[in-house]
């Protein structure tokens, strides 16, 4: 299994996709005749706007790079708002040391692709020097917060790039693509600023900080169909694989070195992919046969549980789980 | 249980999410009591937005004989506990033809600034009125904003037509109401579905409890209503929002000026003029985010290079010679006023206009607006929360600008707050006088 693949489709597939989406090579673009964009196109143009607008208006901005789909998407997003210049700011890992290791490959190969600068927060560094302590479940989704709070505080970042849809939550439904926080990070949800058209208000005072979600308006289904036609690079881990899996609560675990069975855990082989990638101890994989990015969609398709649901122990704790941790300044 | 790729079903699946569509954007306002929710969880259900875990806990979470599916779309924690909707919230869901964007906004007259806010963006407005009640003062306020914001398309949903025994006498006279008022403002498309959100009448499919309703169910109409027609093609404006300079080896002499098409289409070769400057140049070539491309309009985000090393920054405007936007440092504006503080005479503010920022200060506030009655009010001389009224500012560097009914992009502003930094107002240009 090579560490990355690529969205590539097999030829006869393909030329039927070079019809409908009509990609660019050249300057010999077949005109659109009644000037409409497809959905991707649209929303690809609505997040480089987003991108270019954070680069022209804020002065330390940065963007959270995680290796995930989302974060791999949004940095391409950014290549693309300033190509053939370099991206103008720099990316950052809030590193909570339960990653899959594939994932941190990949993380490190784009940086180094890109030329672009890597600053990797550290939660067990945090952990050692005592700012932060582990919570007895295991999770340090929580305790990255305050980490990721310190570092923009000590690199004096005013605006975070963050890979947040508005389709994976029902507090996310109602956060604005510039999301105004306090000098603490927090979010007011019931007192948000308006945000009309295009026109972004990226004014702060000294220690506020705007966090930007130019993927707003992207589904999961956008997210992959991109990943397709733009042969956008993803770790081997969301394709179908066989693993050795234990099953708690409902959900496969991959057994990995954050995941080890516990007495009376029956370890069982299964073809299994993620459709997100958190940490490892707490990120579940589904069973599918999906080997292909084109069959990933396929899949996604006539899926009907949500993402987080599906995979992320972590909200499961309560129906408002993720706007609590918003207000606290998570992502 | 893995999801089975090659049942026909997969299939179709698949070849339904790599179809070419396109976005429509919807903005639904109406309160709680119209059945706004039960309509949107129905429009999502039923086009199977809703994932099977967010439907089980909606079953759970619902009291009495039906699914709740109104509960599927409240956000906040203060919302579930007030029962209302409090902020805009955004909903996706998507059919074999087209993708939707759909902007939930509460109804409330105190709620008139997230009303604005979902309006801003939208291509179509869904006003819900309950059968019972017919037009109601909320109705005509929904309709006035999205006819101010000059959301091009507007629906009206008449609601629970399952409580008034799917009269069609009910229905024509809430419809020939509509039709009247509608005829006042500036209202292009105006179309009346009789619907029950509760049972799903005319929702997605055409129901046969309304034999004599003619037109389509209302999915088959977001749909099939055309928009292509909607966007400025004729004007060429291209505010500059970055530019991009690689200063490397491989690019030496790069320079291009990124930002996205307002209206217009732009060709390599056209003769422009950039403003403020007025100087003129030839575009050499149009970058896209794939390399270059023969032609760019609304909304494409691009990169345009010059034939001619000119002084161009972020906020500088390029346009036809023959076609610019006029220079005004007079800005007369319907303004949507958003937080408490009045907007007063002399008051100084920052003025947000695409790429261009700059200060300003009120003139004058020539009227407020009754938004229910439309009656206009010169005596009021200050807009609060909430209200909507025609203001001058004097700016103090010029904007390039169009009327907003002629151009969304160019017509329209935001406005700062200098000292909170908060959004305070929206403002939508008018012609002088």
Not at chain 2, 243 to 270: E, I, K, M
Not at chain 2, 314 to 335: F, K, S, T
Request: some cysteine.
């Amino acid at each position: 299994m090579p560490d990355t693949v690529r969205g590539i489709l097999p030829e006869p597939v393909r030329l039927v996709l070079v019809q409908v989406l009509s990609p660019t090579s050249g300057a010999e673009r077949v005109p659109t005749p009644d000037y409409r964009l497809s959905q991707l196109e649209t929303l690809e143009a609505e997040s480089i706007h987003v991108i270019r607008e954070v680069a022209a208006e804020l002065e330390r901005p940065v963007l959270l790079f995680s290796g995930g789909k989302d974060s791999i998407v949004m940095l391409e997003l950014a290549r693309k708002a300033f190509a053939p210049a370099r991206i103008p700011f720099p990316v950052m890992h809030v590193d909570t040391g339960l990653n899959f290791p594939d994932v941190l490959e990949f993380r490190d190969k784009r940086v180094a692709e890109l030329g672009v600068q890597l600053i990797v927060a550290s939660v067990p560094d945090a952990i050692a020097a005592g700012t932060v302590k582990e919570e007895p479940n295991g999770s340090r989704n929580r305790i990255q917060t305050p980490v990721l709070l310190d570092a923009v505080e000590e690199h004096g970042f005013t605006a975070l790039f963050g890979g947040a849809r508005r389709d994976e939550d029902k507090a996310r439904a109602k956060e604005r693509v510039f999301s105004f926080r306090d000098e603490f990070g927090q979010w007011d949800p019931k007192n948000q600023r308006p945000e009309l058209w295009d026109l972004y208000n990226g004014r702060i005072h000294l220690g506020e900080s705007i966090r930007v979600f130019p993927l707003s308006n992207w589904t999961e289904l956008d997210i992959w169909q991109y990943v397709l036609r733009e042969e956008i690079e993803i770790p081997a881990l969301y394709l179908a694989q066989e693993r050795e899996v234990v099953e708690r609560q409902g959900m496969l675990y991959a057994v990995n070195e954050f995941i080890r069975p516990k007495d009376g855990e029956q370890v069982r082989r299964e073809t299994v992919r993620y459709r997100t990638v958190g940490d490892a101890n707490l990120t579940a994989a589904v069973l599918s046969e999906a080997t292909t990015v084109e069959e990933v969609i396929a899949e996604i398709a006539v899926t009907r549980m949500t993402e987080r649901g599906a995979t992320r122990g972590d909200d499961k704790v309560s129906d408002a789980a993720m706007e609590d941790r918003k207000k606290e300044g998570y992502f | 249980m893995a999801v089975p790729l090659h049942s026909p079903e997969a299939e179709h699946a698949h070849d339904l999410a790599l179809a070419r569509k396109d976005i429509l954007r919807i903005a639904t306002a109406g309160s709680v009591d119209d059945g706004k929710s039960t309509l949107i969880g129905r429009l999502l259900y039923d086009s199977k937005a809703i994932y099977e875990d967010q439907y089980e806990a909606v079953e759970r979470a619902s009291k009495g004989d039906y699914v709740d599916l109104a509960l599927l779309t409240d956000g906040l924690r203060a919302e579930r506990e007030q029962g209302i909707t409090i902020d805009v919230a955004y909903r996706y869901f998507s059919t074999p033809r087209r993708t939707f964007i759909l902007a939930d906004t509460p109804g409330h007259v105190q709620y008139t600034r997230n009303m604005v806010t979902g309006a801003s963006t939208a291509d179509l407005a869904i006003v819900l009125v309950d059968a019972r009640k017919g037009m109601l003062e909320q109705s005509r306020r929904h309709t006035f904003l999205a006819s101010l914001l000059r959301v091009p398309h507007l629906v009206v949903a008449v609601n629970k037509m399952d409580l008034v025994d799917w009269s069609e006498d009910v229905y024509e006279g809430i419809r020939d109401e509509f039709t009247a008022f509608a005829t006042k403002l500036n209202i292009p498309d105006l179309t009346v579905v009789p619907v029950s959100a509760l049972h799903g009448d005319n929702v997605v499919t055409r129901s046969d409890r309304s034999p004599w309703y003619q037109g389509s169910s209302l999915l088959h109409h977001l749909e099939h209503v055309h928009v292509a027609s909607d966007r400025n093609l004729v004007d060429v404006r291209f505010p500059v929002q970055y530019v991009v300079r690689p200063q490397s080896d491989a690019f030496h002499d790069y320079r291009g000026y990124a930002g996205t098409v307002a209206s217009g289409v732009l060709r390599p070769g056209d003769e422009v003029q950039v403003l403020p400057s007025g100087l003129t140049t030839t575009i050499a070539a149009i970058d896209g985010p794939r390399g270059p491309v023969a032609e760019a309009f609304a909304p494409m985000a691009v990169t345009v290079r010059l034939t001619d090393d000119l002084d161009v920054s972020r906020g500088d405007l390029i346009c036809r010679p023959a076609n610019a936007p006029h220079p005004a440092q007079d800005l007369d504006a319907m303004v949507s006023w958003m937080t408490e503080e009045p907007l007063r005479p002399r008051q100084r503010l920052t003025v947000k206009h695409t790429t261009r920022t700059v200060r300003a200060m009120v003139k004058d506030v020539q009227y407020r607006l009754d938004v229910n009655s439309l009656h206009r009010d010169l005596t009021a001389g200050e807009l609060g929360l909430n209200d909507i009224g025609r203001v001058r500012l004097r700016t103090t560097q010029p904007l390039f600008v169009d009327d907003y009914a002629r151009n969304r992009v160019t017509g329209r502003f935001i406005l700062i707050d200098e000292a909170t930094n908060a959004t305070v107002g929206a403002g939508m240009l008018t012609p002088a006088g």
